[in-house]
């Protein structure tokens, strides 16, 4: 069965340096999402994107954050300048055209900043 | 904004029924979802409802009432598995049509023998 994959699993990270996080969605699908989610927390939006372009971001996606599609599989987050607060699971999702009510989530990548 | 209430724990006996109810108050509302997350691992979907009423899926079901905020989650024939935390989520309404669940926090389920 098709699945979202994240690279690294787990990533440790001194403050104000950059991070990218790595995902690869199901391939046909169109969609596709960052969350976040702090320990013992909320899963958080974070961005949608969409034919190339950023649709929606959350007030977290601040300009520290940005997102690309590098070529036709690939799929990164990247933060700039990272912070304490920035320490989380990270998740990737995507939706296919059809369906877009039905996101499929990668395994995450923890985040520590130190 | 919106609100989302659930109940933080629930236990209940492999092979039986439980209800996972969950509340919502929303300035406006485009629909609900419903995500399993084990500890440690990614959401997984489970059921988006836009209508009144109750869908089937398996053993799980979701049922939905607009005019009242109010959703619940039914599993059935518990399994141990099944132990996890369920997200209760609207589809946030500032967001046109984009299908963005805002998660609540999410009512962590024990199932035990």
């Known amino acids: 069965e098709p699945e979202v994959t994240q690279t690294p699993s787990h990533q440790v990270t001194q403050m104000g340096q950059e991070v990218i996080l790595r995902c690869v969605p199901i391939?046909?699908?169109?969609?596709f999402y960052w969350y976040r989610q702090i320990l013992g927390q909320k899963v958080e939006f974070l961005v949608s994107?969409?034919?190339?372009?950023?649709?929606?971001k959350s007030e977290i996606f601040d300009d520290q954050f940005s997102v690309e599609r590098p070529d036709g599989s690939n799929f990164t987050l990247k933060i700039r300048s990272t912070k304490l607060e920035d320490s989380a699971m990270y998740f990737c999702?995507?939706?296919?055209?059809?369906?877009?009510?039905?996101?499929?989530f990668g395994p995450g990548t923890r985040l520590t900043v130190t | 904004g919106q609100n989302i209430d659930q109940p933080t724990e629930m236990t209940a006996t492999e092979g039986a029924i439980v209800q996972i109810n969950c509340t919502y108050q929303?300035?406006?509302?485009?629909?609900l979802f419903w995500y399993q997350q084990h500890a440690g691992e990614a959401p997984t979907f489970l059921s988006y409802?836009?209508?009144?009423g109750l869908e089937e899926k398996g053993r799980f079901s979701s049922f939905l009432s607009r005019s009242k905020g109010y959703s619940y989650l039914l599993l059935k024939e518990l399994q141990m598995k099944d132990s996890a935390s369920y997200l209760c989520?609207?589809?946030?309404?500032?967001?046109?049509?984009?299908?963005?669940?805002?998660f609540g926090r999410g009512t962590s389920l024990i199932v035990h023998p």
């Open positions: 929303t300035s406006g509302f485009n629909g």
């Open positions: 999702a995507s939706s296919e055209l059809g369906r877009p009510h039905e996101q499929y």
């Open positions: 994107f969409y034919n190339n372009e950023i649709s929606e």
């Open positions: 391939s046909n699908h169109l969609y």
């Open positions: 409802n836009v209508l009144d």
């Open positions: 989520a609207v589809r946030d309404p500032q967001r046109g049509g984009s299908y963005i669940p805002t």
